[in-house]
């Protein structure tokens, strides 16, 4: 099974209750940044240029562990900034997992071989590696030497150690798609769990031109999508078949909900217009019908798993053919 199985378990079983309720905007997947600050100060990065003023600040335990508590959806992505420099990080994976949420802990693995001295492996648990290219590439988007090498070594000893990995790889401009294959197989070489990949996106506060227009996107993702058919991808069938043009697909910008020091970010993970003191106050005074393809320019190129992989969970279910595909997808 591509994916755990309680994982399975658990998101059927909270899509259906929420269905059989008829709520028709639920969140699948809390992103709960406790921290801004980074090691690195990559290129094709937003959080660290959009929060330049406040990304001193970060939340207290308290604060993470009550957004757990405020937000039902069944999985918690603790990302950043880089999560491992957030002091009691430890104490906040212990308490989401004590909740029953599963885990998918984003870092660019600098500091993941230290780490794993104070961390067990959890059913509930993946780590999330970022990782852009090859040795060269790699080092360049981070803007600094050694990365890859760290990051690699960290991966094959959290392997060794028992630990669910996955990667995050994202597509620019520039990115080489023979390198991004020869990436893929040394990381599948490394016993990795599972591949995420998607284009970048062109945050207002990047001035660099690295990232792609949509054409472009569907372009790159035609080949993309091939390398699925032999690695073992997370990123479903259907979201690629969107990123390749074959499918059409409208944002869900409330499926991937973000809090972090600021307060609860709306409207969504890419784009920050306010920021509200709770989930509840999110949910109810954004306006979800300014935002999407045609309604927000700063929505125009935008294809990012985060707004369209919570659509799949609401389009699969209209199409026997969908059905089985992303069954057999998962079984395979």
Known sequence: MRFPWKLNYDLTKYIIANKLNKIDKYPLVLMLEPTHLCNLACSGCGRIREYADTIQEIMSLEECLASVDECPAPVVT???????????????????????????????????????????????????????????????????????????????KAKERGFRVCTNTTIFKETDLVEIEMLFSQLTDLGVDGILVAPGFGYEAVGEKLFLERREIERKFEQVYEMSKRFRFYSTPMYLKFLKGERKLECTPWGNPTR?????????????????????????KTDWSKYGVGKDERCAQCMMHCGFEPTVVTEVGKNWKDIWEMIVWNLT
């Open 260 to 284: 972090n020091p600021r307060g609860w970010k709306a409207p969504c993970y890419l784009i920050t217009d306010t920021h509200y003191s709770s989930f509840r106050e999110m949910m109810e």
């Open 78 to 156: 603790i990302t950043g900034g880089e999560p491992f420099l957030y002091p009691p990080i430890f104490d906040l994976i212990k308490g989401v997992l004590a909740r029953g949420k599963h885990i998918y802990f984003c870092t660019n693995g600098l500091l993941l071989e230290k780490a794993l001295e104070s961390m067990e492996p959890h059913p509930n648990f993946t780590l999330n590696v970022h990782m852009d290219g090859l040795e060269e590439t790699h080092d360049r988007i981070l803007e600094r030497k050694g990365t890859f090498r760290t990051a690699m070594a960290a991966i094959a």
